[in-house]
T-cell receptor
Framework: DQQVKQNSPSLSVQEGRISILNCDYT??????FLWYKKYPAEGPTFLIS?????DKNEDGRFTVFLNKSAKHLSLHIVPSQPGDSAVYFC?????????????FGQGTTLQVKP | NAGVTQTPKFQVLKTGQSMTLQCAQD?????MYWYRQDPGMGLRLIYY???????DKGEVPNGYNVSRLNKREFSLRLESAAPSQTSVYFC?????????????FGPGTRLTVL
């Protein structure tokens, strides 16, 4: 049972335009949602997170929106740059129990064309 | 600060051989994790260690064992490698004071089992 889903395997965007990456989840008990970015031959790096009690979090060019009623979150990158080309994973966690386990989506490959 | 380090970077095994993947972190984190990444599957948790002296199974533990050697080191062992264990393996650690459960990843070990 896939609790976190990224239904778009890939996305191609022109440099300077907005990139929107989507993620859906099924478990309403998740407390935090995180986005990670991964370049080839490197480990994932943390990008941005959002608490389940918020609906928006912004960090520079990156904004994450959370729609709890729809169990949906999205990552907006504005403006997109060629260096943003990478695989993006969304992940979810439950703070209860303090194990810190993350459940990841399948990933979306973003290509930003110059 | 090296963060999370993993050795080796690459490994080729024959079916039935054994090996140990090493992971170390210098961030004084309590929790450590082992994931595998396969195409279209995202990152799946193999085992984790919430604190020194404890280990627990994740989503895909079969065929693996782990040892939390001390606070810094968390190793993953394949006792009898199978082609299905061909994957990229990532180790991660987490600061228990981080409410968002942000995990920090190593660069990965690319394992091929023939």
């Amino acid at each position: 049972d896939q609790q976190v889903k990224q239904n778009s395997p890939s996305l191609s965007v022109q440099e300077g335009r907005i990139s929107i990456l989507n993620c859906d989840y099924t478990n309403s008990m998740f407390d935090y949602f995180l986005w990670y970015k991964k370049y080839p031959a490197e480990g994932p790096t943390f990008l941005i997170s959002i608490s389940s009690i918020k609906d928006k979090n912004e960090d520079g060019r990156f904004t994450v929106f959370l729609n709890k009623s729809a169990k949906h979150l999205s990552l907006h990158i504005v403006p997109s740059q060629p260096g943003d080309s990478a695989v993006y994973f969304c992940a979810a966690s439950r703070v209860y129990g303090n194990t810190g386990k993350l459940i990841f989506g399948q990933g979306t490959t973003l290509q930003v064309k110059p | 600060n090296a963060g999370v380090t993993q050795t080796p970077k690459f490994q080729v095994l024959k079916t039935g051989q054994s090996m140990t993947l090493q992971c170390a972190q210098d961030m004084n984190h309590n929790s450590m994790y082992w994931y595998r990444q396969d195409p279209g599957m995202g990152l799946r948790l193999i085992y984790y260690s919430a604190s020194e002296g404890t280990t627990d199974k994740g989503e895909v533990p079969n065929g693996y064992n782990v040892s939390r050697l001390n606070k810094r080191e968390f190793s993953l062992r394949l006792e009898s490698a199978a082609p299905s264990q061909t994957s990229v393996y990532f180790c991660a650690s987490r600061d228990p004071g981080d409410r968002a459960d942000t995990q920090y990843f190593g660069p990965g070990t690319r394992l091929t089992v023939l």
